[in-house]
C-alpha cells in the first residue's frame, strides 16, 4: 500500500507510539534516572552514583537472581512445551469425551493465579497436604516442598507449568490441526511409520506454533509474581526470589526505589538481549525479522 | 417545540456537558494534586477512613469496636479499609502518603514508627486533647517500648500490642509427662520428648517456631544480647546472635524436632499455627494474639507460657500503635484522635483484649480485668502482660526495619535451612547492616 502522504504512516502509527512512550518508555527512563538516586518515597531523594547497582551485585545478588529467575523460566517453558505437546497429540481426537478433556485441561489457565497458588498451598502442606502424604509415604519422609531451599523453585516451577499447561496444548492442538491430512498420507504411501511421520511431517509443521506458544509462555514466565508473593514470599532463605518479585520487595516492603529501579533497568537489559536472542534464534535465516 | 424552547434545551444541554466537563476535570485534578484541605464529610459527620490490616477473629472484633463507636455520637464516622497484612499496609500507606492520598488513621509495626517519624509524615500527638491522660501501660507506650534516643514527641498510641508467648498442647504434655520448659536446655529436653516419628519420617514435631525476627529478637535477649550497643553500634546481639541462630540449627538440624515452617512472613505463622491445631505441634511459639482464636478452635486444652531464658528472660513487644498521617486535613486528623482516644477506654481496651488475646494497654483496663477475676478464669491472658517485666525496648532506629527485612531475616533463614555457620552469617548480616541505605 502506497501512503497518501508522507505524514500517513505516522498519524497511523501515532497512538500506539504514544502509549508505547508514555507507558514504556517514560517509565523505563525514568527508572533508570531514579536508579542514579537513594530514595524512600517520603523523604528528598540522594545522589549516589552507581552504588545501587554495585549494591544490588554485591555478594553476588544480582547473578543468583538472574539465574534464579531464568531457571524457572526455563522449568516452567520446557515442562509447558513438553506437556502440552503430549497432551495435544492425546487429545487430538473428535467426540465429546475429549472435548471435554480439552476443557478441563485448558480450565487451569482461566482460573486466576490467586486461585491455583492457594490450591497448590493446600495440596503441598506440610502437615496436611496430599502431596506430602504421598511423598511420606513413598519414603521422602519430611522433604518439604515449599519449606525446602533446594526444592522450593523446581516446585514453584511446576506450579507455573501446571497452570500454563492448557494454553500451549490449545495452542499446539491448532497447529496440530492445521496441518494437511494429505501430508500424513502422502508420508504413508512413502513408507513412514508413526515415529517417522511425526517426526519429519508433525513436528516441522507445527515449528512456527511452537515457536509462538514457546515465546509467549517465556514472556509469562518472566512476569511471574502472583503465585511468589502467595505460595511463599521469595522464601525460604531468598530461594524463589525472582525479578519482579524482587523489584517488588525492593521498593515496596524494603523501602528502597533507587534499588529496586536498578533492578528494573537490569531486568530490561536482560529481556532485551533474550529478545533480540530468541529473534535470531527464530528468524528462517538466522538473522532477525 | 417552538424554537425558543429548542434554544433554551441546546443551552441546556450546551451547558450541562460543560458542567460534567468541569466536574471530570475538577476530580482529575484533584486526584492528581492528592487529597484537598477539605475534610471527607458524609452528611454532618467527618469522615474518618481508617486503614487496617487484620484478618479472621481479630478483624471481625475490630469492625464490631468500629461500628460501636459509629453508633455512639454522630460527629465522626469512621471507615475501615483492609489493607492485607503488615508489611502490605505499610507499602499502601507509604506509597499513598508519597501520592497525597492517605488515610488519616492507620495503624503501623512497631519496628516502623522510628521510620516514619524521622521521615517527618506522622502527626505529634502530644498536643491533641487528653494525649496526657491516657493512662498507658507504661511498657506499651511509645516511650516504654523504645530505648534511650527515642523521639521526645508521641507519634503512636498503643493498639493491638503483644508479645510471643509459647503455646503448649496440654493433652500432649500430659501423656509424655512434660513440663513447660523455663530454660533453652528444657527446650531442647521437651521437644525431644513430644516428637514423634515412624519409618524415618516425623509425624509429631514437638516444637516450632516461624524463622522469624520477632523470635530470633526473644533470643538475642534471652543470651544477653542486644540488637544496637549503648555506643549506637547495630551490633545484632553479638554473640548473643548467634548463639540464638545455633539453638534453632540445634533443633531443626542436629536434633529434628522442630520443623522450619514454610511460607514467608505472616504464612509462616499461620502454618505453624494450623499445625498446632491439628496435633502435629504439640508447642509452639506465636504472638498473644492468637490466644483466643487458638483457643476457640483447639480441641485439646492450651497452656500458655512465657518464653525460657538461656541467661535472662526476655522478650520483645510487638502489634502495632495508631499513627494519625501529619498531611491529613485537620478535622480529620481532631476526628481520628477522638476515635483513638475512644478506643483507649477502659470498656473497649477490655473488650478488644478479652476477644483476641492482645493485652490490655491501659492501667484501668488492667486494673479492672484483675479486680473482675478475668485473669483467674484466663490464666493464658495473663503470661503475656507478666511477660512485660521481661520487655526489651526496641531501639529507635530509623533503618531497623530495613535491617530486619532486608538482611537478617533471609540470612536467619539460609543459616537454619541449609546450615551455613552461625558465626559466618552474623558477620554478614552485620556488614550488610553497615552499609549506607
Not at chain 1, 200 to 211: D, I, M, R, S
Not at chain 2, 264 to 285: C, H, K, N, P, V
Amino acid at each position: 500500500m502506497t501512503p497518501r502522504s508522507r505524514t500517513q504512516p505516522w498519524a497511523m502509527l501515532g497512538p500506539t507510539l504514544v502509549l508505547l512512550v508514555a507507558f514504556f518508555i517514560v517509565p523505563i527512563g525514568v527508572a533508570a534516572f531514579e536508579s542514579f538516586f537513594a530514595w524512600d518515597l517520603l523523604t528528598p531523594p540522594r545522589y549516589v552514583g552507581a552504588a545501587n547497582y554495585r549494591a544490588i551485585a554485591a555478594h553476588g545478588g544480582l547473578l543468583a537472581l538472574a539465574l534464579r529467575t531464568l531457571a524457572y523460566s526455563a522449568v516452567v517453558v520446557s515442562g509447558t512445551m513438553g506437556l502440552g505437546l503430549a497432551l495435544a497429540l492425546l487429545v487430538n481426537r473428535p467426540g465429546r469425551v475429549f472435548a471435554l478433556v480439552r476443557a478441563s485441561i485448558f480450565s487451569a489457565y482461566i482460573v486466576s493465579w490467586v486461585a491455583v497458588a492457594l490450591l497448590w498451598m493446600a495440596l503441598l502442606d506440610d502437615t496436611g497436604g496430599i502431596v506430602s502424604h504421598f511423598l511420606r509415604a513413598v519414603g521422602f519422609g519430611n522433604l518439604s516442598l515449599l519449606g525446602d531451599p533446594r526444592a522450593a523453585l523446581p516446585t514453584l516451577a511446576a506450579i507455573g507449568a501446571w497452570k500454563l499447561t492448557g494454553y500451549s496444548m490449545i495452542v499446539l492442538l491448532s497447529g496440530l490441526q492445521s496441518v494437511p491430512p494429505s501430508l500424513y498420507e502422502a508420508a504413508a504411501l512413502d513408507g513412514a511409520g508413526r515415529w517417522s511421520r511425526f517426526r519429519y511431517v508433525t513436528l516441522p509443521a507445527l515449528g512456527p506454533t511452537a515457536a509462538f506458544a514457546a515465546t509467549s509462555t517465556l514472556v509469562t514466565s518472566f512476569q511471574a509474581f502472583d503465585v511468589v508473593r502467595i505460595v511463599t514470599q521469595g522464601g525460604p532463605a531468598r530461594a524463589t526470589q525472582l525479578f519482579v518479585y524482587a523489584i517488588y520487595e525492593q521498593i515496596f516492603l524494603d523501602l528502597r526505589v533507587g534499588r529496586a529501579s536498578a533492578l528494573t533497568v537490569v531486568f530490561f537489559v536482560l529481556l532485551l538481549v533474550l529478545a533480540s536472542v530468541q529473534l535470531r534464534a527464530l528468524s528462517p535465516r538466522g538473522r532477525p525479522s | 417545540m417552538p424554537h425558543s424552547v429548542r434554544a433554551s434545551s441546546r443551552v441546556s444541554a450546551s451547558r450541562s456537558r460543560r458542567d460534567l466537563l468541569a466536574a471530570l476535570l475538577g476530580t482529575l485534578a484533584s486526584a492528581s494534586c492528592g487529597r484537598s484541605a477539605r475534610p471527607l464529610r458524609d452528611g454532618s459527620r467527618v469522615v474518618v477512613t481508617f486503614w487496617y490490616a487484620f484478618g479472621d477473629l481479630v478483624r471481625k472484633v475490630l469492625l464490631d469496636l468500629v461500628d460501636r463507636y459509629n453508633q455512639s455520637q454522630s460527629l465522626v464516622l469512621v471507615r475501615p479499609v483492609h489493607q492485607g497484612d503488615y508489611f502490605e499496609a505499610l507499602a499502601k500507606l507509604r506509597t499513598a502518603i508519597a501520592a497525597g492520598a492517605a488515610p488519616p488513621l492507620a495503624h503501623v509495626v512497631l519496628e516502623v514508627l522510628p521510620y516514619l517519624a524521622r521521615a517527618g509524615v506522622l502527626e505529634p500527638l502530644d498536643g491533641y486533647e487528653g494525649a496526657g491522660e491516657l493512662a498507658l501501660v507504661p511498657a506499651l507506650s511509645q516511650r516504654g517500648s523504645f530505648g534511650p534516643g527515642a523521639a521526645q514527641e508521641t507519634y503512636g498510641v498503643p493498639f493491638n500490642r503483644s508479645t510471643p508467648i509459647a503455646y503448649c498442647n496440654a493433652r500432649l504434655f500430659q501423656q509424655a509427662g512434660a513440663h513447660v520448659p523455663t530454660t533453652w536446655d528444657e527446650l531442647a529436653q521437651v521437644a525431644r520428648s513430644l516428637t514423634r516419628r515412624s519409618s524415618g519420617s516425623v509425624t509429631r514435631w514437638g516444637f516450632e517456631v516461624p524463622l522469624s525476627w520477632w523470635y530470633w529478637v526473644a533470643l538475642v535477649g534471652q543470651a544477653g544480647g542486644h540488637l544496637v550497643e549503648p555506643d549506637g553500634k547495630l551490633s545484632l546481639g553479638g554473640p548473643a546472635g548467634e548463639a540464638a541462630l545455633e539453638l534453632w540449627q540445634h533443633l531443626v538440624r542436629t536434633d529434628r524436632v522442630m520443623r522450619p515452617p514454610p511460607g514467608g512472613d505472616y504464612q509462616a505463622w499461620q502454618s505453624t499455627s494450623e499445625g498446632f491445631l491439628q496435633e502435629r505441634i504439640a508447642m509452639m511459639w506465636s504472638s498473644t494474639a492468637f490466644l483466643r482464636y487458638l483457643e476457640a478452635s483447639a480441641p485439646f486444652p492450651i497452656v500458655a507460657a512465657p518464653l525460657p531464658r538461656a541467661s535472662s528472660f526476655s522478650v520483645p513487644t510487638g502489634g502495632t500503635m495508631f499513627v494519625l498521617v501529619r498531611s491529613a486535613p485537620d478535622e480529620e486528623k481532631q476526628a481520628a484522635w477522638s476515635f483513638v482516644r475512644w478506643m483507649c477506654e477502659p470498656e473497649q481496651a477490655i473488650d478488644w483484649c478479652t476477644r483476641t488475646g492482645y493485652m490490655p494497654i491501659t492501667r484501668r483496663a488492667v486494673e479492672s480485668l484483675g479486680e473482675s477475676g478475668f485473669y483467674m478464669r484466663h490464666p493464658n491472658d495473663r503470661v503475656a502482660y507478666d511477660q512485660l517485666a521481661h520487655a526489651q525496648p526496641w531501639p529507635w532506629a530509623p533503618d531497623l526495619f530495613r535491617v530486619e527485612r532486608d538482611i537478617v531475616e533471609p540470612l536467619l533463614q539460609e543459616a537454619v535451612l541449609t546450615g551455613r555457620d552461625a558465626h559466618e552469617v552474623m558477620q554478614e548480616a552485620r556488614e550488610q547492616a553497615a552499609e549506607p541505605a
